[in-house]
């Protein structure tokens, strides 16, 4: 664990290094300076809402459920009537900067 932990802090310091890694195509997520609320609990009641679904049983939290990384860790999803889907659930985390 030990030479582990040397050889991780050894590359960190060299990747800080080098600065071509300040290129990179891909930057990390900043914070929204401001967020509005009303939209944040509109969002939160939405996604918790069975309603919403064809038969009223069923949330956005049931298949990406948030207490599970966003996802429902199942290889193929389980939809409406138990129905077996043909992909799987994918997380929700970070969807906001998706760019699909």
């Given at each position: 664990m030990q030479k582990?932990?040397?050889?991780?802090?050894?590359?960190?310091?060299?990747?800080?290094?080098d600065h071509s890694f300040a290129q990179e195509?891909?930057?990390?997520?900043?914070?929204p300076e401001s967020l509005d609320t009303a939209k944040v609990e509109l969002g939160k009641k939405l996604f918790f809402d069975p309603r919403?679904?064809?038969?009223?049983?069923?949330s956005c939290n049931?298949?990406?459920?948030?207490?599970?990384?966003g996802t429902?860790?199942?290889?193929?999803?389980?939809?409406?009537?138990w129905a077996q889907g043909p992909?799987?659930?994918?997380?929700?985390?970070n969807a906001a900067y998706s760019i699909a």
């Open positions: 582990f932990l040397q050889t991780a802090c050894f590359f960190f310091l060299l990747c800080a290094l195509p891909i930057s990390p997520i900043t914070l919403l679904s064809k038969s009223g049983w069923i049931s298949c990406h459920n948030l207490m599970l990384s429902d860790n199942l290889v193929s999803s389980i939809g409406h009537k992909i799987n659930a994918p997380t929700v985390f």
